[in-house]
């Protein structure tokens, strides 16, 4: 009971204050604000003043719990109305960390132009199974356009496969990079179990390539590899060359 006496007076006191961490806030926001509108560089001070006014929202939330915890509902209703006026702050910094940081363009696929000479295959609108022949091994790997660039969807039909899982490699045609190894790794892995009847190995997998962005088109090619499951050996079943674009992250 002793301790508890000095500990509410405690509260009482830092409670008295409140009206400093919301303007903590709005001097924050103000300040990233005018150092973009004067073009102001730093990036480490933006980075700063993020910091601050997050330390001082996070405040604001301890005080408005306190507020309700020793029934001052006047004083924790100025708290609330102090943290409106915050979420604007977080708003206009968010701008800020927009406006000084925009995103970086990925110029992969600018530097690896598509060789005059290379056919490039176009990933399909959308397909049916009709277009699959069992007779015809280049029709069995589709790739199709997702609704967004950069996106696509994996489709394999195969005859007889042993257990184990299928996957997909890309590479970047002409300088034979890998693209986004581990993402379409495990986007495109597909189980399979030993069947002889000719058909669609699982369903569609959605992948993304990363490398380059929307708009920049370079040679992708795209290989189906199996991994067996009782000699722990793989093999490559098939592959193609599409023109590809990169996500826009």
Not at 16 to 40: H, Q, R, T
Not at 217 to 225: D, G, L, N, S
């Amino acid at each position: 009971m002793i301790i508890l006496i000095p500990m509410t007076r405690i509260i009482d006191r830092v409670l008295k204050y409140w009206w400093i961490s919301p303007l903590v806030c709005l001097i924050v926001a103000a300040c990233s604000y005018l150092m973009v509108g004067n073009n102001m560089e730093g990036e480490w001070i933006y980075d700063s003043l993020a910091v601050i006014f997050l330390i001082f929202a996070f405040l604001q939330v301890v005080l408005f719990i306190l507020a309700l915890i020793r029934k001052k509902f006047l004083m924790s209703f100025g708290i609330f109305c102090g943290g409106v006026l915050s979420g604007i702050g977080f708003f206009i910094i968010s701008f800020v960390l927009w406006a000084v940081t925009p995103p970086e363009k990925d110029t992969f696929g600018q530097d690896h132009p598509i060789p005059a000479d290379l056919v490039c295959l176009e990933p399909d609108e959308s397909f049916c199974e009709e277009d699959v022949d069992r007779t015809d091994a280049s029709t069995w790997l589709r790739i199709q356009h997702e609704y967004q660039p950069g996106r696509y969807e994996f489709q394999y039909y195969s005859t007889a496969l042993p257990d184990g899982y299928i996957y997909l490699k890309c590479y970047e045609a002409t300088a034979n990079i890998r693209l986004s190894e581990d993402r379409i790794l495990k986007h495109t892995q597909t189980e399979v179990s030993h069947h002889t009847v000719f058909g669609p190995v699982g369903g569609y997998s959605v992948f993304t390539v990363y490398e380059g962005d929307i708009g920049d088109f370079y040679a992708v090619r795209a290989e189906v590899w199996h991994h067996e499951t009782a000699t722990n050996k793989e093999r490559m079943l098939c592959q193609k060359v599409y023109r590809m674009q990169g996500w826009e992250r």
